[in-house]
């Protein structure tokens, strides 16, 4: 019929031009060009800054050789100096890591075994380190340990417990990283089939020899995995370590510093060997996972039991509880308590000057404005770019689920995941590199530069839970609407699409969070403007510490919400 | 290898029953096997044997050592679960070893026993399998055989063949009882399965709603079920509701439709009774055949079905509106034809007589 008749009603109209439009897009040529169209922006955005990188070092080795090998005054001053902060991120992130598993697994363990009250808040709380901002919890993390605010009034000292350095950075990055590893692991914990552990008692294996031994190897690999993303995230953390770290510079914050003084070519080079350090240790654990054997095949029967009994287990939970509350619950929260504090002035001294109210409301450089500002520009920035990565994410999510070719499947599969892993400072450097003066010369550092640094971090978290949601939906509905006579388009709209939304849902508010709690590369990307947790950074530095403890306040406040938004989401997909 | 008593074990979960005053010995290499239907307590009696799970009340005694209150890895109960279990990261051989490493037995003696173990189990050569990579009646063997070398002095069993095919399954229960005998070992085995209870072991204890209810040899429990519910759950049976009548020394059951058929019982004359008879010991014959038989009870009736499921027909004979089911080996000339005229012959001996005021579970 012509679709001009004009007896028609606009709505069938409608109608039949949007079907018209979906088979024309459902031809053969046209999903080919849209695959090649979704893969090129995920090279154009995510791969693409790392890419040019890599190929800038090669092409201008006579520059970085000058200047960060044989600077005619310092020498190879820069490189030691790289050397050395890569030294003591590395040592910062192995430890970090321990702790991390140290107090990880337990935790895991208690939620995913323990039935008692309170299970589903202590469940909130473990996973609240990843959403909140890393610069506010840093921020609340040096008010416990390292002022007088904080753990020193129980000692009754003057000064605080620890000071900014290597033990404040481990002791907050631990606050942060370990979720990776609880999360990692507390479902396949939770799945286990209980009866292998049951065979393993009757064959007189103690729980301890059994969780060794049999259910060990079942979580082995997610383990590894949320160890290497916990060790990478403390390796490229920026926003709390800047707070935290003082004097000592981990290699992050010396990006973000050498950037601050446009040394271009040194930073390139040091945000070269962070991405290489971050991409082996994730092809390394992509190709060698299953394979990794563990040690200690050795039984020493009395001693594991031992380990085993009744005071022993107990210990070990109260310990790891108690260890989560004391690094990092209460010092990641204490910042609440500060703000309170020092509401209206200076709880030692009492002077109304030094307080919340007078330094965000009344002082006249009117921080108010400034947080409102920071604030409406990280929404802002944080709703487009959740936006556009939902847009470019789908696609790319059901292409990668739907393919066929395994090879290939596990090559993108890989590559998606590098945004997750490589610091956040060198990405947005990259970014800087590619896009700014230095490369296409198409953006400078602003508002703009912001949005795309974030996604391409974003992207990951994005396509991930999607990847899962496509895998989840049984083809069979797809196939029976395509025989029924749908475009291959209708029948996603009509028929896949609905599966799809809570996961589209979770996705869309893990990359709302992380756009919103980002600091290392938007710091290098982001000109005059301001995100609210830099604005952070800025306060801590220019140590108003009862207007950043507002900032805190309300960035706890806001990703504790999303957390929440997130849990109902994620739990009602759980239930179908 | 190990003499088990069980003395007065209740175990509640919660509010809800498992199994309650369960009395039980079981003699050093013995085959006991524990039959009931989903529910009855078997898995509860199961796991409490092997330390899996505790008893709210009672004792339980290995060789007169009071056991109760020891750790399952601490029993040397073989345990065989309905579903493996086998480690599913770990290799046949490493699985079957796992108990001697676990319990610092020496692996040299271990080894030589589970190859000896694989050969009589005829899984030789799947050593170097993973358990994911072998068959289910082949799985089943090798969980067998590290419940064995795990040293256990007692083997328990879950109903071990549940997931398994009618073949391997009949196999596997003859292999079992014969390994279990030259072993030695004390058994048990629970399963839902009459036939198999028959077909492995040397005692069978019936179990009802949490209940022991009968225990006895195969044939004690087959020819003098003491309950309706034993005689009921043994196998496919025609029961009818009638009452007894003494004549002479001769004990007759006079069905409530009128059919009267000599039975032998202790019930008193003009007691009120339930009677059952299997299927198995039902037999068919054509009419014109009556002459030539020599039967206690004879009844005509009209077929109301008839089917062929191997080795017997399932005839469904309908005489004065009671349904008899019969099982009636196949190579008799009977006529199977629907609605044709048939003898029904039974012994007084075939019939179980229970009285009626107990109530009658189906």
Not at chain 1, 150 to 153: E, F, L, Q, V
Not at chain 1, 401 to 411: E, Y
Not at chain 2, 119 to 125: E, K, S
Not at chain 2, 302 to 306: D, G, M
């Given at each position: 019929m012509?679709l001009d008749?004009?007896?028609?009603?606009?709505?069938?109209?409608?109608?039949?031009?949007?079907?018209?439009?979906?088979?024309?897009l459902?031809k053969?040529?046209?999903?080919?060009?849209g695959k090649?169209?979704?893969?090129?922006?995920?090279i154009?955005?995510v791969l693409?800054?790392?890419?040019?990188l890599?190929?800038q070092?090669?092409?201008?080795?006579?520059?970085?050789?000058a200047?960060?090998?044989?600077?005619?005054?310092?020498?190879?001053?820069?490189?030691?100096m790289m050397l050395?902060s890569?030294?003591?991120?590395?040592?910062?992130?192995?430890?970090?890591?321990?702790?991390?598993?140290i107090?990880?697994?337990p935790?895991a363990?208690?939620l995913a075994r323990?039935?008692?009250?309170?299970?589903?808040?202590l469940d909130?709380?473990?996973?609240?380190?990843?959403?909140?901002?890393?610069?506010?919890?840093?921020?609340?993390i040096?008010?416990?340990?390292?002022?007088?605010n904080?753990?020193?009034?129980i000692?009754n000292s003057?000064v605080?417990?620890?000071?900014?350095g290597?033990l404040?950075?481990?002791l907050?990055?631990?606050a942060?990283?370990?979720?990776?590893?609880?999360?990692?692991?507390?479902?396949?914990?939770?799945?286990?089939?209980?009866?292998?552990e049951?065979a393993?008692?009757?064959?007189?294996?103690?729980?301890?020899?059994?969780?060794?031994?049999?259910?060990?190897?079942?979580?082995?690999?997610?383990?590894?995995a949320g160890?290497?993303?916990?060790?990478?995230?403390?390796?490229?953390?920026?926003g709390?370590?800047l707070?935290?770290?003082?004097?000592y510079?981990?290699?992050p914050?010396?990006?973000?510093?050498?950037?601050k003084?446009?040394?271009?070519?040194?930073t390139?080079?040091?945000?070269?060997?962070?991405?290489?350090?971050?991409?082996?240790l994730l092809?390394?654990?992509r190709?060698f996972?299953?394979?990794?054997?563990?040690?200690w095949?050795?039984?020493?029967?009395?001693f594991?039991r031992?380990?085993?009994?009744?005071?022993?287990?107990?210990?070990r939970?109260?310990?790891?509880?108690?260890?989560?509350?004391?690094?990092?619950?209460?010092?990641?929260?204490?910042?609440?308590v500060f703000?309170?504090?020092w509401?209206?002035?200076?709880?030692?001294s009492g002077?109304?000057?030094?307080?919340m109210?007078?330094?965000?409301?009344?002082?006249?450089?009117q921080?108010?404005?400034?947080?409102?500002?920071?604030?409406?520009?990280?929404?802002?920035i944080a709703?487009?770019?959740?936006?556009v990565?939902?847009?470019?994410?789908?696609?790319?999510?059901?292409?990668i689920?739907?393919?066929?070719?395994?090879?290939?499947?596990?090559?993108l599969?890989?590559?998606i995941?590098i945004?997750?892993i490589i610091?956040?400072?060198?990405?947005g450097?990259?970014?800087?590199?590619?896009w700014?003066?230095?490369?296409?010369?198409?953006l400078?550092?602003?508002?703009?530069?912001?949005i795309?640094?974030?996604?391409s971090?974003?992207?990951?978290?994005?396509?991930?839970?999607?990847?899962?949601?496509?895998?989840?939906?049984?083809?069979?509905?797809?196939e029976a609407?395509t025989?029924?006579g749908a475009?291959?388009?209708?029948?996603?709209?009509?028929?896949t699409?609905p599966?799809?939304?809570s996961?589209?849902?979770?996705?869309?508010?893990?990359?709302?969070?992380?756009?919103?709690?980002?600091?290392?590369?938007t710091?290098?990307?982001?000109?005059?403007?301001?995100t609210?947790p830099?604005?952070?950074?800025?306060?801590?530095?220019?140590?108003?510490?009862?207007?950043?403890?507002?900032?805190?306040?309300?960035?706890?406040?806001i990703?504790f919400?999303l957390?929440?938004l997130?849990r109902?989401?994620?739990?009602?997909?759980?239930?179908? | 290898?190990?003499?088990?008593?069980?003395k007065?074990?209740?175990?509640?979960y919660?509010?809800?029953?498992?199994?309650?005053?369960?009395?039980?010995s079981?003699?050093?290499?013995?085959?006991?096997?524990?039959?009931?239907a989903?529910?009855?307590?078997k898995?509860t009696t199961?796991?409490?044997?092997?330390g899996?799970?505790?008893?709210?009340?009672?004792?339980?005694y290995?060789d007169?050592?009071d056991i109760?209150?020891?750790?399952?890895?601490d029993?040397?109960v073989?345990?065989?679960?309905?579903?493996?279990?086998?480690?599913p990261?770990?290799?046949v051989?490493?699985?079957v070893l796992?108990?001697?490493?676990?319990?610092?037995l020496?692996?040299?003696?271990s080894?030589?026993?589970a190859?000896?173990?694989f050969?009589?189990?005829?899984?030789?050569?799947k050593?170097?399998?993973?358990?994911?990579?072998?068959?289910?009646?082949q799985?089943?063997r090798?969980?067998l055989?590290?419940a064995?070398?795990?040293?256990a002095?007692?083997?328990?069993m879950?109903?071990?063949l549940?997931?398994l095919?009618?073949?391997?399954?009949?196999?596997?229960?003859?292999?079992?009882r014969?390994?279990?005998?030259?072993?030695?070992?004390?058994?048990?085995?629970?399963?839902?399965?009459t036939?198999?209870?028959?077909?492995?072991?040397?005692r069978?204890?019936?179990?009802?709603d949490?209940?022991?209810?009968q225990?006895?040899?195969?044939?004690?429990?087959?020819?003098?079920?003491n309950?309706?519910?034993v005689?009921?759950?043994?196998?496919?049976s025609?029961?009818?509701?009638?009452?007894?009548?003494?004549?002479?020394?001769e004990?007759?059951?006079?069905?409530?439709?009128?059919?009267e058929?000599?039975v032998?019982?202790?019930?008193?004359?003009?007691?009120?009774?339930?009677?059952l008879?299997?299927a198995?010991?039902l037999?068919?014959?054509d009419?014109?055949e009556?002459?030539?038989?020599n039967?206690?009870?004879?009844?005509?009736g009209?077929?109301?079905?008839?089917k062929?499921?191997?080795?017997?027909?399932?005839?469904?004979v309908?005489?004065?509106g009671?349904?008899f089911?019969?099982?009636?080996?196949?190579?008799?000339?009977?006529?199977?034809?629907?609605?044709?005229?048939?003898?029904?012959?039974t012994?007084?001996?075939?019939?179980r007589?229970?009285?009626?005021?107990?109530?009658?579970?189906k």
């Open positions: 012509d008749d004009p007896k028609l009603d606009v709505e069938v109209k409608l109608r039949r031009t949007l079907l018209a439009t979906e088979k024309w459902s053969k040529g046209v999903l080919s060009a090649v169209f979704t893969v090129g922006i995920f154009l955005l693409g800054p790392i890419l040019y890599l190929l070092i090669i092409i201008s080795w006579k520059d970085i050789n200047t960060v090998f044989n600077d005619p005054i310092l020498g190879n001053e820069a490189f030691l050395n890569i030294g003591l991120s590395l040592k910062i992130a192995a430890i970090v890591t321990v702790f991390d598993i107090i990880g697994v935790i363990w208690i323990y039935n008692f009250r309170g299970k589903n808040i909130t709380l473990v996973d609240m380190p990843m959403a909140v901002p890393t610069s506010a919890l840093g921020f609340s040096y008010l416990f340990w390292g002022t007088n904080g753990i020193s009034r000692f003057e605080g417990l620890v000071s900014q290597t404040l950075i481990i907050a990055h631990v942060f990283t370990f979720p990776y590893v609880t999360r990692s692991i507390r479902g396949i914990i939770a799945d286990m089939d209980l009866n292998l049951k393993g008692r009757t064959l007189g294996a103690s729980p301890f020899t059994i969780a060794r031994m049999i259910s060990l190897p079942l979580v082995k690999e997610g383990l590894l160890t290497v993303l916990a060790f990478t995230r403390s390796l490229g953390e920026t709390a370590t707070i935290v770290s003082g004097v510079q981990t290699a914050v010396v990006i973000v510093s050498w950037m003084g446009l040394k271009i070519p040194t390139a080079f040091l945000a070269f060997i962070l991405i290489i350090i971050s991409l082996s092809t390394f654990v190709l996972a299953r394979k990794v054997g563990l040690p095949s050795k039984v020493f029967p009395k594991e031992k380990l085993s009994s009744k005071p022993v287990t107990r210990t939970d109260g310990l790891s509880l108690f260890l989560f509350s004391a690094v990092v619950f209460i010092p990641a929260l204490f910042v609440i703000l309170f504090q509401w209206g002035g200076s709880p030692f002077d109304p000057q030094a307080g109210i007078y330094q965000v409301f009344q002082a006249p450089d921080k108010i404005t400034d947080i409102t500002n920071a604030l409406i520009t990280s929404v802002e709703l487009i770019v959740t936006v990565n939902v847009i470019i994410a789908t696609p790319m999510a059901f292409f689920s739907k393919m066929k070719n395994k090879k290939l499947k596990g090559f599969d890989l590559l995941d945004p997750l610091p956040s400072s060198a990405l450097f990259s970014i800087f590199f590619l700014g003066s230095n490369g296409m010369h198409i400078s550092p602003g508002f703009m530069m912001i795309v640094a974030h996604v971090f974003t992207y990951s978290y994005c396509v991930r839970p999607l990847i899962g949601s496509f895998d989840a939906i049984p083809t069979m509905y797809d609407a025989a029924f475009s291959k388009f209708t029948a996603f709209r009509k028929v699409f599966f799809l939304k996961g589209l849902i979770a996705a869309a508010i893990m990359t709302f969070t992380r756009s919103m709690s980002e600091t290392g590369a710091i290098i990307c982001m000109g005059v403007e301001r609210i830099v604005l952070l950074v800025d306060f801590f530095e220019a140590s108003t510490f009862p207007a950043a403890a507002f900032a805190a306040t309300i960035l706890i406040v990703s919400l957390l929440l997130l109902v989401f994620t739990r009602g997909k759980k239930n179908e | 290898m190990v003499k088990v008593e069980l007065d074990v209740t175990k509640f919660g509010k809800i029953r498992g199994v309650e005053n369960i009395n039980l079981i003699s050093d290499g013995e085959y006991l096997a524990v039959l009931g989903t529910g009855a307590g898995t199961m796991y409490l044997l092997a899996l799970l505790s008893p709210s009340s009672g004792t339980i290995f007169h050592e109760t209150k020891k750790p399952a890895e029993r040397d073989g345990f065989v679960f309905e579903e493996y279990n086998l480690f990261r770990m290799l051989e490493d699985n796992f108990g001697p490493i676990v319990k610092d020496d692996i040299t003696d080894k030589q026993i190859r000896e173990l050969v009589l189990l005829n899984i030789a050569g050593e170097k399998n993973f358990p994911d990579e072998i068959s289910g009646g799985k089943q090798v969980a055989a590290r064995i070398v795990s040293n002095k007692l083997l328990v879950d109903d071990p549940r997931a095919d009618a073949k391997i399954r009949e196999i596997l229960q003859i292999e079992l014969k390994l279990v005998k030259d072993l030695g070992i004390t058994c048990i085995h629970a399963t839902h399965d036939q198999e209870a028959m077909r492995v072991a040397d069978i204890a019936v179990f009802e949490g209940k022991i209810v225990i006895g040899s195969p044939e004690e429990v087959y020819n003098h079920p309950s309706f519910y005689a009921d759950f043994l196998g496919e025609t029961s009818m509701e009638g009452r007894i009548s003494k004549k002479k020394k004990s007759f059951f006079i069905a409530n439709n009128g059919l058929f000599k032998k019982t202790d019930l008193k004359d003009g007691e009120e009774a339930i009677a008879v299997p198995e010991l037999d068919i014959f009419v014109e009556r002459e030539t038989l039967y206690d009870n004879i009844v005509e009209k077929i109301l079905n008839s062929c499921v191997g080795e017997f027909n399932e005839i469904e309908m005489v004065n009671i349904i089911k019969a099982k009636d080996l196949i190579g008799k000339e009977v006529p199977a034809r629907k609605g044709s005229k048939i003898l029904v012959a012994d007084k001996d075939d019939y007589i229970f009285p009626k005021e107990k109530e009658i579970k």
